[in-house]
């Protein structure tokens, strides 16, 4: 088995980066609870012929469709190590939590934050940006939020983001019960960061309407054009209203790990907690998530809860006062830190980082590419890795979903789209490590290609009619 998935990651070039499921394949899916054990080595021979060939691939280096993030072979067989020991690190004295709090302190470093931060590795921002609104809603409306909810009546509490931020935050003033009315979305500027003198005045507003500002959210590396909010000016005006700053940094706060993209980021040191991936930019095998907070003391108080059967002693297993599963809704969980050490120790932190200007040098080039040919329009400004264009035509929109669907039917590359400005763009969001010029070049010509054939076939269509 361990062959035969290094063999894949070898050769992944040669496979087609995202197929449909056969319907005879499909059809296997339905088969009911195996009641009878089978052999390993058949079990395997299935997951080769049966799932492999039909998985996305988001490690192939001309997936270029989601802000999604490559894996390594180190990470795999770290992985491989942790299901093995199968420890579950929601807690207790042993050397997995220690291991989490060694990462926690190396993200701490990393942004500039005081030994009293604390951290935790989650699933992915998703989870970590709806934790952050919980700690925030916590310090807002005190502790008592935990026994009694949101209070429904005076000083109603409401937060910010900007029009590109992720639709998991709003998504997070949903579950913690706020609702998403109380999100405020904040009109864009021409770099798609948030626009402050908007953000300013309906704090102001919202203020004199007695309602409660109490969270703001910037976006380090929005997931449409890869934008920047100005975090350091956020930092300014949520300290000035009492606001808790959130960033959602995604795949974007990791480009600290590069001296070429850490001042682009600059203020996020400011921020009162921070939500991102190690399964993006930094190229850790999902999922590795993380999320970390400031005030370790306030974190904890949005999450921990006693009971008996969770009881701390002074030595022993159950030492320790502070556990995983005071720092978040998880009681069991895996051992997602240790995928995420080797990777840090195998490859060195300067190395990834020069993967993640790598990534960026690569968007510059495409988005030139694009500039240079006639038959291809930029779309938004390329800040970090995500460049969004079209192929021009008449009935622009149509013709370039058609082509994006055809390009990810084709399995040669795989770009994905969004809307820019009411405009359908062709998005390549360059993660991977393996991605290189020649796979630029792939996505490019496969883009004319298609182009050509489409506006072509339609004009013979309106030919014949
Ligand atoms: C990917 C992404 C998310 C969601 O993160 P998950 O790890 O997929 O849960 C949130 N915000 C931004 C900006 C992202 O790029």
Redesign the pocket.
Known sequence: MLDDILDFSQDIRQRPVWQPTPPGVAQARAASLPEAPSELADVHQQFLTEILPYTCLNAHPAFMGW?QGGGTAVGMVADMLAAGLNANVGGRQQAPVELERQVCHWMRDLFGFPTTASGLFV?????A?LMAVLVARHQAAGPTVRQQGVPQTSGKLVAYTSSAA?G?VAQAMDLCGLGTDALRRMPVNARHQMDLAALEAQIEQDKAAGLTPFLVIG?A???DVGAVDELHAIARLAQAHGMWFHV?G??GALGMLSPAIAPLLRGIEEADSIAF?F??WGQVPY?A?FLLVRDGQAHQATFAAPAAYLRRECQGPSAGTLWPCDLGPDLSRGFRALKTWFTFKVYGSDRLGQVIAGTCELAQALAQRVRDEPRLELLAPVTLNIVCFRYRCAHPDQINAQLVLALQSSGVCLPSSTMVEGRFAIRAAIVNHRTTMADIDTLLQATLAEGDRLTMSRAAQGEQA
């Open positions: 802000v699933t992915g921002t998703s989870m940006n992720h998991c976006t590396g929005s997931v959602d995604a795949y991936d399964h993006k999922d998530g």
